[in-house]
């Protein structure tokens, strides 16, 4: 067991003393399931709720993962259904697509909130290394007062996974898996079969032991993308991925020899310029 920050605990401890009542946007993902863990801690099991937006861009894999936390922890759970397929402002893939997606979600929060949990507050996991980057989906929790507890106490992504270790949560070394929608260049249509086609290309490659995988999809075919040290290895692989791939719906499947790297469509929209 790791050493606990004190300092960050302590923190933590103040902003949900000041909380007393909570929704927490659970995705699976190390911040959110220690923003789940840290309020049914502090708060006790009544007052701290784990809601799952069971969305088409959610891998399965994942979904299954948030209820497993929940139930290993003793937390209550809701799941929820965002519908933000449905919404051309979010399946026409704009530039500011994250900001529909999470205005969905936040919407159906909202309403689960005034039907069963009136005095509740709905907080999400984001961090403060996620407010340097593009994220029109901190927009939206900003218009519907969701907070940020971990940003607030200056949690950085190390500084969750390390507290994730100490309490001995297993998704404390999971790797990134932001939203499938995030594989789509803007403007590029998203639909649930190309969503599953690209949960489908991922899990191919997580086969072959790979655990951090992008298949980025791109007029029919796909770019994989794994860490820079693991390409020699994907490499002699690509004859039987691209097969692989290809019955899944794809054209083709190529390499990225640059990397994974996260967020590198938003290279796109030339936010130093």
């Given at each position: 067991?790791?050493?606990?920050?004190?300092?960050?605990?302590?923190?933590?401890?103040?902003?949900?003393?000041?909380?007393?009542k909570?929704?927490?946007?659970?995705s699976?993902?190390?911040d959110?399931?220690?923003?789940?863990?840290?309020?049914?801690?502090?708060?006790?099991?009544?007052?701290?709720?784990?809601?799952?937006?069971?969305?088409?861009?959610?891998?399965?894999?994942?979904?299954?993962?948030?209820?497993?936390?929940?139930?290993?922890?003793?937390?209550?759970?809701?799941?929820?259904?965002?519908?933000?397929?449905?919404?051309?402002?979010?399946?026409?893939?704009?530039?500011?697509?994250?900001?529909?997606?999470k205005n969905?979600?936040?919407?159906?929060?909202?309403?689960?909130?005034?039907?069963?949990?009136?005095?509740?507050?709905?907080?999400?996991?984001?961090?403060?290394?996620?407010?340097?980057?593009?994220?029109?989906?901190?927009?939206?929790?900003?218009?519907?007062?969701?907070?940020?507890?971990l940003?607030?106490?200056?949690?950085?992504?190390?500084?969750?996974?390390?507290?994730?270790?100490?309490?001995?949560?297993?998704?404390?070394?999971?790797?990134?898996s932001?939203?499938?929608?995030?594989?789509?260049?803007?403007?590029?249509?998203?639909?649930?079969?190309?969503?599953?086609?690209?949960?489908?290309?991922?899990?191919?490659?997580?086969?072959?032991?790979f655990?951090?995988?992008?298949?980025?999809?791109?007029?029919g075919?796909?770019?994989?993308?794994?860490?820079?040290?693991?390409?020699?290895?994907?490499?002699e692989?690509?004859?039987?991925?691209?097969?692989?791939?290809?019955?899944?719906?794809?054209?083709?499947?190529?390499?990225?020899k640059?990397?994974?790297?996260?967020?590198?469509?938003?290279?796109?929209?030339?936010?130093?310029?």
């Amino acid at each position: 067991m790791t050493e606990l920050d004190q300092a960050k605990y302590h923190l933590a401890k103040e902003w949900f003393d000041k909380h007393q009542k909570i929704l927490i946007a659970l995705s699976g993902g190390v911040d959110s399931c220690l923003a789940a863990f840290l309020a049914r801690h502090f708060l006790g099991k009544n007052n701290a709720v784990a809601i799952i937006g069971d969305s088409p861009a959610l891998k399965r894999k994942d979904y299954q993962q948030a209820l497993d936390f929940c139930d290993s922890h003793f937390i209550q759970h809701h799941t929820i259904k965002p519908g933000e397929i449905e919404d051309p402002r979010y399946n026409s893939n704009p530039v500011d697509r994250c900001f529909w997606c999470k205005n969905s979600l936040y919407t159906a929060m909202v309403q689960l909130r005034e039907s069963v949990y009136p005095e509740f507050e709905i907080i999400n996991g984001s961090n403060k290394s996620d407010l340097g980057d593009y994220r029109p989906g901190l927009k939206a929790a900003d218009e519907y007062n969701v907070f940020s507890p971990l940003a607030d106490c200056g949690f950085e992504k190390e500084d969750i996974r390390r507290m994730a270790l100490h309490f001995e949560l297993k998704e404390w070394d999971k790797p990134a898996s932001p939203c499938m929608s995030s594989r789509f260049p803007y403007g590029e249509n998203i639909t649930r079969e190309k969503l599953k086609m690209v949960e489908m290309a991922e899990e191919a490659v997580n086969r072959h032991g790979f655990k951090d995988v992008r298949a980025r999809y791109k007029s029919g075919n796909a770019t994989i993308e794994v860490p820079k040290e693991e390409i020699p290895r994907l490499i002699e692989l690509m004859t039987d991925l691209n097969d692989q791939f290809q019955k899944i719906g794809f054209k083709e499947a190529f390499l990225d020899k640059e990397g994974l790297v996260s967020g590198k469509l938003n290279r796109d929209l030339n936010l130093d310029k």
